[in-house]
């Protein structure tokens, strides 16, 4: 690594850990998509896994009065299914797919009727957005935009959703690191990055966190919910240009 990339990489980590404290999302997704661009699959999934956990980690912390327990518990039964299924396919995604993938994320969110009443609060679906969140964190790196169609619905506050959703992340990162870090790392023999490039962006993670917090404290909720979904329409509509051009270039 370059002086020079490991000093955009930095920036751009500052930059979406605010976005990721001010929306609970949308920042996740540009990381990803800067790494997957940046840098190999393996080594994209792992860096991003390690950011974002400490990213969403501290987030957790730092609003911890507001973390309702037994939703993340709830959701965690459903992530481990979708370990155990990719455990087993042991499928690991190209450039492509995860730019295909990342970008057709949000218009999926926003086209799930909310006639289908899926509150996180209600019984059974949490388990069932654990589920679906961690298998399309394992293909794409990121699930946010889906993870919250199960939060927009709910009785919970702004303060609720972005610290509930900061634990239920880390744990879906954290099992991104177990699964392609130990148990698909023979089939990423491209995923080593140098130590340092770790231990370098956590505390980035943790700054960006903190001014997004920030923010965050001074938004009203209708601000908030609108801008989180402009961001993530133009978003989504360039990683699907990415994606495509890739596949039309082979």
């Known amino acids: 690594m370059t002086p020079m990339l490991a000093v955009i990489t930095s920036i751009v980590v500052v930059v979406t ?27 994209a999934m792992m860096l991003h896994g390690v950011t974002q956990a400490v990213s969403n980690g501290y987030r957790a912390v730092i609003n911890r009065n507001d973390i309702v327990w037994w939703l993340v518990a709830t959701n ?31 218009f999926v969110a926003f086209a799930i ?20 969140v961690t298998a399309l964190t394992l293909t794409a790196g990121v699930a946010g935009p889906i993870l919250d169609v199960f939060f927009v619905q709910s009785p919970l506050t702004r ?21 392609f870090g130990v148990l698909a790392a023979h089939l990423l023999p491209d995923a080593d990055l140098p130590w340092w490039v770790y231990v370098m962006v956590a505390p980035l993670a943790m ?17 908030f919910k609108t801008w989180s979904r402009y961001i993530l329409i133009v978003l989504g509509a360039l990683l699907i240009w990415q994606g495509l051009s890739l596949l039309l270039g082979r």
Do not use: E, N
């Open 113 to 132: 009727p909310k006639s289908w009443g899926l509150d996180i609060t209600k019984p059974f679906v949490a388990p069932a957005c654990g589920f679906v």
């Open 159 to 179: 303060h609720q959703i972005v610290a509930t959703k900061a634990v239920t992340q880390t744990l879906q990162h954290l099992t991104k690191l177990l699964y």
């Open 207 to 223: 700054i960006g966190t903190t001014l997004g917090k920030m923010v965050l404290d001074r938004m009203q909720d209708g601000h």
């Open 17 to 43: 850990a605010t976005l990721s404290g001010i929306f609970g999302m949308a920042g996740g997704m540009i990381l990803m998509a800067f790494l997957t661009f940046t840098y190999s699959v393996g080594a």
């Open 76 to 106: 965690m039964a459903g992530s481990l299914a979708a370990l155990a299924l990719f455990m087993v396919v042991s499928f690991v995604p190209d450039k492509a797919t995860v730019y295909l993938v990342l970008g057709a994320i949000p």
